[in-house]
């Protein structure tokens, strides 16, 4: 079973950067679907985006196309989701799932799958 810690979040004025870092323990993430969702204050969750690196596949909501990128790193067993001019909407609790259906990442994540505790990403001038 893998677990998973998000980190990197924090304060940032608009048009500024931000990386999170997802970190797992207990299974290789390679093995898994990615996916990172964010859930604003008031809001539903939203997918952010999902990867899998056995499916040679990325998807990414359109919200934030063009400026997020997401990343793995095998020795580190970890994902990473670059932000780049990230604009005032973009606040957010970020969480980092992982499962192994392609599908229920596209649906939205899923209770099966494993989830991290969140990191906050703020972005206020």
């Known amino acids: 079973e893998v677990h998973l810690v998000e980190s990197g979040g924090g304060l940032v004025q608009p048009g500024g950067s931000l990386r999170l870092s997802c970190v797992a323990s207990?299974?290789?993430?390679?093995?898994?679907?990615i996916g990172w969702f964010r859930q604003a204050p008031g809001g539903a969750r939203e997918r952010v985006s999902c990867s899998s690196t056995g499916h040679h596949s990325i998807n990414y909501a359109d919200s934030v196309k063009g400026r997020f990128t997401v990343s793995s790193d095998k020795e580190n067993n970890a994902a990473y989701l670059q932000m780049n001019n990230l604009k005032p909407e973009d606040t957010a609790v970020y969480y980092c799932?992982?499962?192994?259906?392609?599908?229920?990442?596209?649906?939205?994540?899923?209770?099966?799958?494993?989830w991290g505790k969140g990191t906050r990403v703020t972005v206020s001038s």
């Open positions: 207990g299974d290789i993430l390679d093995d898994y679907v």
């Open positions: 799932w992982a499962d192994f259906l392609w599908g229920n990442c596209l649906a939205g994540g899923s209770t099966t799958g494993a």
